[in-house]
């Protein structure tokens, strides 16, 4: 896709993208309404348009949209997302996790595109642990912090591994040069779908803090979801405490922070991170703004 005048008008655009980083979280407008899309089969697929950078652009409506698994759409559903015009669909789940749950159900025309982040292992092996019915091995598992810290180390993980790296980038990449709108998704659609759309949304120059609030309302849509998965364990027999659950069930501040920390600690920060860690040179993002900012 060409660049357009926006992108060419020098490269203080795409330096402004990468040092939002620093810039202080209070200097913004009052972000817009996010535009979720109800289907029947997931509840977490939203557009990310409407958000508002630090120079009172806003990111396009349509462009981009992010999502959890979409293997249990309704023929409804499917049809809504034929509405969408999506061109591809980026899947960032493991094989275990597409195995168990089914491909993706999408309208004729869209390219399934399999981008597998690593979960390090946490999908199966919370299945092992329900499947157990062993209260005592589900709180040694679970219990304390322990759930919030398996969630860290797989945030830290996606700045460690270079695996994963790569295919973040590849994401941010195909986004950049996309002729359509393009979807990405994961299972819950909260955690390597939460880190891309963190990362896509400070490179086109949102705010940390809008970026972040974008990050934490998959808590919101999935928070209803969550509870009757959680009842229904309990009515199975297979947890005396499926509140254990809750800690890998949502996002929190500080598993977006332990990926921020380990970059800086990596990379020297966010910048380092884009820049060293995935590769995405000032071209590459000047053509996100340039396609996904107005």
Same mark, same amino acid.
């Given at each position: 896709?060409?660049?357009?005048?926006?992108?060419?008008?020098?490269? *203080?655009?795409? =330096?402004?993208?990468?040092?939002?980083?620093?810039?202080?979280?209070?200097?913004?407008?009052?972000?817009?309404?996010?535009?979720? @899309?109800?289907?029947?089969?997931?509840?977490?697929?939203?557009?990310?348009?409407?958000?508002?950078? #630090?120079? %009172?652009?806003?990111?396009?409506?349509?462009?981009? #949209?992010?999502?959890?698994?979409?293997?249990?759409? *309704?023929?409804?559903?499917? =049809?809504?997302?034929?509405?969408?015009?999506?061109?591809?669909? @980026? /899947?960032?789940?493991?094989?275990?996790?597409?195995?168990?749950?089914?491909?993706?159900?999408?309208?004729?025309?869209?390219?399934?595109?399999?981008?597998?982040?690593? /979960?390090?292992?946490?999908?199966?092996?919370?299945?092992? @642990? @329900?499947?157990?019915?062993?209260?005592? &091995?589900?709180?040694?598992?679970?219990?304390?912090?322990?759930?919030?810290?398996? !969630?860290?180390?797989?945030?830290?993980?996606?700045? *460690?591994?270079?695996?994963?790296?790569?295919?973040?980038?590849? =994401?941010?990449?195909?986004?950049?040069?996309?002729? %359509?709108?393009?979807?990405?998704?994961?299972?819950?659609?909260?955690?390597?779908?939460?880190? *891309?759309?963190?990362?896509?949304?400070?490179?086109?120059?949102?705010?940390?803090? =809008?970026?972040?609030? /974008?990050?934490?309302?998959?808590?919101?849509?999935?928070?209803?979801?969550?509870?009757?998965?959680?009842? %229904?364990? &309990?009515?199975? %027999?297979? !947890?005396?405490?499926? $509140?254990?659950?809750?800690?890998?069930?949502?996002?929190?501040?500080?598993?977006?922070?332990?990926?921020? $920390?380990?970059?800086?600690?990596?990379?020297?920060?966010?910048?380092?991170?884009?820049?060293?860690?995935?590769?995405?040179?000032?071209?590459?993002?000047?053509?996100?703004?340039?396609?996904?900012? /107005?």
């Amino acid at each position: 896709m060409p660049l357009t005048r926006r992108a060419l008008l020098s490269t *203080t655009a795409a =330096t402004a993208a990468l040092a939002v980083a620093a810039a202080p979280a209070a200097a913004h407008r009052p972000t817009a309404v996010r535009r979720h @899309i109800p289907l029947q089969g997931a509840v977490n697929v939203r557009d990310l348009g409407g958000y508002r950078t #630090y120079d %009172g652009d806003a990111v396009r409506y349509g462009r981009v #949209y992010r999502a959890d698994e979409l293997g249990k759409l *309704t023929d409804a559903d499917v =049809t809504t997302l034929a509405g969408l015009r999506l061109t591809r669909a @980026i /899947d960032f789940r493991v094989p275990f996790e597409v195995q168990q749950n089914g491909a993706d159900r999408l309208p004729a025309g869209v390219t399934p595109v399999a981008r597998p982040v690593s /979960d390090l292992g946490l999908y199966a092996q919370l299945l092992q @642990i @329900i499947g157990s019915r062993d209260p005592v &091995r589900q709180e040694a598992a679970l219990g304390g912090d322990r759930g919030a810290e398996l !969630m860290r180390t797989i945030y830290r993980a996606f700045v *460690t591994d270079a695996a994963n790296r790569t295919q973040f980038a590849d =994401t941010l990449r195909d986004l950049a040069r996309a002729r %359509g709108p393009v979807l990405y998704h994961c299972t819950s659609g909260k955690d390597r779908t939460g880190w *891309t759309s963190y990362l896509l949304l400070r490179l086109v120059g949102v705010p940390d803090s =809008t970026a972040k609030e /974008d990050f934490l309302a998959s808590n919101t849509y999935r928070a209803e979801a969550d509870r009757r998965t959680r009842e %229904g364990i &309990r009515a199975l %027999g297979l !947890m005396q405490n499926p $509140d254990l659950l809750i800690p890998v069930q949502e996002v929190r501040p500080d598993y977006l922070g332990a990926a921020l $920390d380990q970059a800086k600690a990596d990379f020297g920060g966010l910048t380092g991170y884009v820049r060293d860690g995935l590769g995405l040179n000032w071209g590459v993002i000047a053509a996100l703004r340039a396609r996904l900012v /107005d």
